[in-house]
């Protein structure tokens, strides 16, 4: 099992959106490390189901629920499923996010809305039924809700042909301050988390083009983030150690946007 520092999160619910690959899939395995239960989703049930046997087998909880979190039905199906194997999740990761390709000349209107459906609902929808249901469970006094919005820096840097990304990202950005302002007084911390770039299946084969190997150059370090880059952040954000901290937005992203 991957190893879990500092941040002890046993009796914890987690669900993360966006568990089946690239940073979801390693915030999945980090959060079963520092003792929380996990709950899997996004639509590949198959790389669900691996994870799951994997978080398992090295002596964690976790259970995998399909969701589409662009869709109302399947989010509040997904919760009903989780609250069913573990209770009421108190730890909202919402991950989950895709990319579109080329220029914004280039870019049909299904793709837009495509990309909004999952980067700007689908974190809207994911947030608000996890609110809704911690609320009923009395998060007020209990005063440990945890909502991670996973952002990027794209949100606040120019990154030239990303704009219909970079839009969605900023959204979630506001909109995660909005919601800590909204929720301050239920006992529920959101805040964002803004990464530089990673290479996951959302870059595809990008970094390895020459525009790609242009873009890493032009980084301060001249690198690409590892996932593993965003533990302790991440443990931070969903423990009791961050009880006052709501409505931040922290970028970690090796100095890329400096
Ligand atoms: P991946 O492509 O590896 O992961 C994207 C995840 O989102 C997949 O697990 C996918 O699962 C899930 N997903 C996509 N659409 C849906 C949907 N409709 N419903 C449910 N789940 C969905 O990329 P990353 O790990 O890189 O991306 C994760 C997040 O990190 C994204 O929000 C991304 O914007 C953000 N990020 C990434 C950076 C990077 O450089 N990689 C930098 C900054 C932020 P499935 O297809 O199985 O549904």
Redesign the pocket.
């Known amino acids: 099992m991957a190893k879990a520092p500092i941040f002890d999160l046993s009796g914890r619910v987690a669900l993360v959106?966006?568990?089946?690959?690239?940073?979801?899939?390693r915030w999945s395995r980090i959060l079963a490390a520092a003792g929380a239960r996990v709950v899997l989703?996004?639509?590949?049930a198959d790389?669900l189901e691996k994870l799951k046997a994997e978080i398992i087998a090295a002596g964690g909880q976790a259970i995998a629920v399909a969701?589409?979190?662009?869709d109302e039905a399947s989010t509040i199906a997904a919760y009903d499923a989780a609250e069913q194997a573990f209770g009421v999740v108190d730890t909202i990761v919402a991950?989950?996010?895709?990319?579109s390709e080329g220029l914004a000349t280039d870019l049909a209107v299904d793709e837009f809305d495509q990309l909004s459906a999952?980067?700007i609902r689908?974190v809207f929808l994911t947030v608000r039924e996890g609110a809704r249901r911690l609320m009923a469970d009395n998060s007020k006094e209990k005063q440990h809700g945890r909502i991670v919005v996973?952002?990027?820096?794209?949100a606040n840097h120019v990154s030239p042909g990303l704009a219909a990304?970079s839009a969605s990202?900023a959204a979630v950005q506001q909109m995660g301050k909005v919601l800590a302002r909204d929720w301050a007084r239920q006992g529920i911390n959101v805040n964002t988390i803004?990464?530089?770039?990673?290479?996951?299946?959302?870059?595809g084969d990008w970094f390895d083009t020459e525009g790609g190997l242009k873009q890493i150059n032009g980084f301060p370090r001249r690198r690409l983030m590892e996932e593993s880059d965003l533990d302790v952040a991440l443990l931070y954000l969903c423990s009791e150690a961050s009880r006052a901290v709501t409505g931040s937005s922290f970028t970690i992203d090796d100095g890329q946007s400096l």
């Not at 989703?41 to 590949?44: G, Y």
């Not at 996973?150 to 794209?154: A, R, V």
């Open positions: 959106t966006g568990a089946s690959s690239g940073i979801g899939d989703a996004a639509r590949r790389r969701m589409d979190v662009s991950n989950a996010g895709m990319n999952v980067n689908g996973n952002s990027s820096i794209t990304y990202k803004c990464p530089g770039y990673i290479r996951t299946e959302l870059s």
